[in-house]
């Protein structure tokens, strides 16, 4: 009897002990925008695939933009080669925009209503 359940448990499939492979989940990563004319954080590392996301938290709006042609400096928008421009437009108080990114490189980008006073936000995607 007892030599049967010996065999009837080492006869049991193997289950998976470590953990899955590849690359973790996709993230969000939220940036805010305040009245201080500031990105929040103003640099922000993230991974291909990740989403990021622009909340105006105070009562001015902003844009969030990295398109060629638009900014007073051309430094203040750059990204990597092969990575589409964007420009979210005004986004209003309490209202947010999202991207995903998926090409590697560094991102430099601009609230087009408050470049002069510094807000210029800068991603890395590793
Ligand atoms: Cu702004």
């Known amino acids: ?20 492979l590849g690359p973790p989940p ?3 990563v939220v940036v805010g925008m305040a009245d201080d004319m500031k990105f929040s954080p103003a640099m922000i590392a993230i991974s291909p695939g990740d989403t990021v996301e622009w909340v105006v ?7 969030v933009t990295d398109a060629p042609g638009k900014a007073a400096l051309r430094e203040h928008t750059t990204r990597p080669a092969g990575a589409a421009p964007w420009d979210s437009g005004l ?23 408050h470049e002069a006073s510094g807000m210029v936000g800068k991603l890395v995607v590793r």
Not at 7 to 16: D, E, G, H, I, Q
Request: hydrophobic share 45%; charged share 15%.
């Open 1 to 20: 009897m007892a030599a049967g359940l010996v065999l009837a448990v080492s006869a049991a499939p193997r289950l998976p002990v470590a953990a899955p």
């Open 26 to 28: 996709p993230r969000t």
């Open 57 to 63: 938290t105070g009562a001015v709006p902003h844009t």
């Open 91 to 113: 986004v209003e108080q309490g209202k947010r925009y999202r991207q995903v990114f998926r090409v590697r490189g560094t991102y430099t980008y601009v609230c087009l209503l």
